[in-house]
Structures are given as C-alpha cells and as structure tokens.
C-alpha cells in the first residue's frame, strides 16, 4: 500500500497542475471508486463541475484538494492507486475509474485520470471540519499528524507511545497515533533503530522512543527525496514515473540476505496478515 512518501510525491507532482485549475468535466466510469462520497451531501460529479482548486493538502496516506465552493477533493490510493496527469486527448489508461479535465490559467487544457487496479482506493468531496492544525475533511479527522508535519507533536507522540502495552511496530501502524507509516517503513525505522517489532512499546525509554521517530523521519525524507517505494508499475508518480527507495531498503522485502549491519541474515515473519522483516541479531526481543 502506498504510504506517506509515495503519496506526497503524488501530491507535489498534482500541486502546479491542479491548483488554480477549474475543474470542466467530470467522469465516473467506476461508481465502487466513490465507496467513501456522502451522496446525501450531494452528487459528486455536480459538486465538482465548475469548481476552482485552491490548494493540495495531505494528511498521512489521505491527499485533499480545497474548492472554492468550501468543499475538497478526498482522494485515497488504497492499495493500487495513482493519480495520473494526461495532455488533453490522451488515450484513456487501463483501468481508469475516475477522469476529470481541467483548465489551469497557465498549463491550459489537462486530464487528471484516477487508475486503481484493485478498486480500493477512492475519491470524495468532503466537508471541511476546523482543526488546530487547520481545515481538514470529516473523513480525515480522526487520523494522527504525520511525523513531517509541521504540527506534529513529538513529546505528546512520545509520551502516548510509551504508555501502549502493544508491540512497537503495531503501535507505529496506528494511525490515530501516528499518521503515513505503513509496513515498509516501520520495517525500515525499526532496523534502523536496533527495535524488534514485537518488543512492547511500554518499555521503550524515552530516549529510545525518541531515537525511533529521528529514524522515521530520516527514512521518511530519504524514501521522498528518492521519489517513494516502487517494486511494480502499480507505485508511479503523476508522470508514471517510479521511486527508487526499493533500492535503499536494509530489511523489508530482505529476507534471506545478509544484515547490511552484522551479515545475520535478515528473518521474515507473518504480522497482521503481512509480513515483518528484522534482524535476529540486532533486534532482539527484550
């Protein structure tokens, strides 16, 4: 599943395209990709027609797009997602769900094509609800700040992590505790930070719960200045272009080849119907 580097990579590369754009038509050609739009709020190719994009905001995997109408454009990747910028008459992509052609005051004529192989991801248009850290959809709101917020709260993350009896890499998938991290970069933070991910988070020092999230947001900030986790064509930018963290990963997707730290090699396990990669030797189970 994408997580928060793949799609900020999408946001940014959606942001100089989108914003100030008025959104001329709209298609569904697949009503399963609107799972998450209230049609009580209305329908939602009739709120979006004529409507200018003001901003392109993200909250861990959710990305939004304000309108001027006091709404916003939810779009979720889910599993298979992308977002996908095309030169007006553009051939349609395989499995297109979601099209929509715009007019941006600088770029001209575009279509943004929303492809989902899987149909899990979705788009909405969304109430805006307040929040301190600013205007955020109904349906984003009960989702943690992510680490590379500038709101984040690193001693109440801290503070709330160490009292959770839960292992420490469930604790990072929460996403009401913590926003944009899925199984990849826990994986990835956790070997950084020598934790085993079964290790109760309850008996994390402080200062080895603070050395955990210096380590997610230094791989956070790697995987997005590398463009995001691409292992197939399902993981693109807006170009359909792919990232190249996969090629720094030290334990996911390792299995079998030697710790990059002390040559053990390094172990998958089943976790919450995925799998957990780490190092026997150098994450052990305290």
């Known amino acids: 599943m994408p997580e928060l580097p793949e799609v900020e990579v999408v946001r940014a590369g959606l942001e100089p395209a989108l914003v100030g754009a008025r959104i001329d038509s709209v298609h569904v050609f697949d009503p399963r990709s609107l799972k998450r739009h209230d049609a009580r709020r209305g329908d939602f ?3 979006l027609q004529g409507s200018t994009v003001l901003s392109a905001e993200r909250r861990g995997k959710f990305m939004w797009f304000p309108l001027d109408s006091g709404d916003a454009l939810v779009t979720h990747l889910g599993m298979s997602g992308q977002v996908l910028l095309r030169d007006s008459g553009a051939e349609p992509d395989r499995h297109l769900r979601i099209q929509y052609g715009i007019t941006h005051p600088e770029h001209g004529k575009l279509l943004v094509n929303f492809v989902d192989q899987r149909i899990f991801g979705s788009m909405a248009v969304d109430e805006l609800v307040e929040q301190p850290s600013g205007l955020v959809p109904a349906q ?12 984040f709260d690193d001693e109440m993350f801290i503070t709330r992590l160490r009292k959770k009896s839960t292992g420490v890499k469930r604790a990072l998938l929460d996403q009401t505790l913590i926003s944009g991290v899925g199984n990849i970069y826990a994986d990835e933070s956790l070997w950084a930070a020598k934790i085993h991910g079964e290790r109760s988070a309850d008996s994390l020092s402080k200062a080895k719960a603070q050395e955990l999230l210096w380590e ?13 986790t691409s292992f197939d064509a399902q993981y693109v930018n807006v170009n359909g272009q792919s990232g190249y963290f ?5 334990a996911y997707g390792q299995q079998g080849k030697p710790c990059p730290r002390c040559g053990t090699s390094i172990r998958k396990v089943s976790f919450m119907n995925r799998g957990s990669h780490f190092c026997p030797k150098c994450q052990r189970v305290k």
């Open 140 to 151: 984003a709101a009960h989702i943690a700040l992510d680490p590379l917020d500038s709101f």
């Open 45 to 47: 190719v009739g709120m």
């Open 216 to 228: 997610v947001r230094k791989i956070l900030n790697k995987a997005l200045a590398e463009g995001g």
């Open 246 to 250: 996969a090629h720094s990963l030290n």
